[in-house]
T-cell receptor, first 113, second 111 residues
Framework: QQKVQQSPESLSVPEGGMASFNCTSS?????YFWWYRQHSGEGPKALM?????GDKKEGRFTAHLNKASLHVSLHIRDSQPSDSALYFC?????????????FGTGTLLSVKP | EAAVTQSPRNKVAVTGGKVTLSCNQT?????MYWYRQDTGHGLRLIHY???????EKGDIPDGYKASRPSQENFSLILELATPSQTSVYFC??????????FGPGTRLTVL
């Protein structure tokens, strides 16, 4: 069973609209969460991290974490065509040597001009 | 900007053949990782390493070996390639809980 579940599988929003992604973990040991973005033909690139409960805002991107419900979300306001990509949620248990990330299956975002 | 390179970028192999995928990082990161990406599965960890000389099994290690001869280099070895190993493979490097930096990927097709 996938330890990190993402929804929706795909999403289409108009340019300037809000895109929202959801991620739920089944493992209460996960303490650190990341959002990664992957444009077609490239490797994934870290978008933002969130380690504490609540909201974290970076420009047009806002992440929210609720450790009690094991839920993390990402919201993109004023979406641009360049935001069209595959978005992954990733979680890890702890720091230290070899820190392993467990990735979700991804959400494909399409932003229509 | 942290740099991770992979070679080859594309590879076609025959069933039963040996395949070696190479990864180099100039970030001086202790940790390196090999993932495969398949539709519907996201990124799955195959092997990882804490530093030169160390390799650890990830979540799907069967059919793969890894080698970390130096801080900079991390290889993934398929001794007997099978069609089920057709995939896109990504190498990454990182430190502790901080972000992982990914390479551009290798597309492997096993016929």
């Amino acid at each position: 069973q996938q330890k990190v579940q993402q929804s929706p599988e795909s999403l289409s929003v108009p340019e300037g609209g809000m895109a929202s992604f959801n991620c739920t973990s089944s493992d209460r040991n996960f303490q650190y969460f990341w959002w990664y973005r992957q444009h077609s033909g490239e490797g994934p690139k870290a978008l933002m991290s969130i380690f504490s409960d609540g909201d974290k805002k970076e420009g047009r991107f806002t992440a929210h974490l609720n450790k009690a419900s094991l839920h993390v979300s990402l919201h993109i306001r004023d979406s641009q065509p360049s935001d069209s990509a595959l978005y992954f949620c990733a979680a890890s248990e702890q720091g230290g040597s070899g820190n392993k990330l467990i990735f979700g299956t991804g959400t494909l975002l399409s932003v229509k001009p | 900007e942290a740099a991770v390179t992979q070679s080859p970028r594309n590879k076609v192999a025959v069933t039963g053949g040996k395949v070696t995928l190479s990864c180099n990082q100039t970030n001086n990161h202790n940790n390196m990782y090999w993932y495969r990406q398949d539709t519907g599965h996201g990124l799955r960890l195959i092997h990882y390493s804490y530093g030169a000389g160390s390799t650890e099994k990830g979540d799907i290690p069967d059919g793969y070996k890894a080698s970390r001869p130096s801080q900079e280099n991390f290889s993934l070895i398929l001794e007997l390639a099978t069609p089920s190993q057709t995939s896109v493979y990504f190498c990454a490097s990182g430190v502790d809980i901080y972000e992982q930096y990914f390479g551009p990927g290798t597309r492997l097709t096993v016929l």
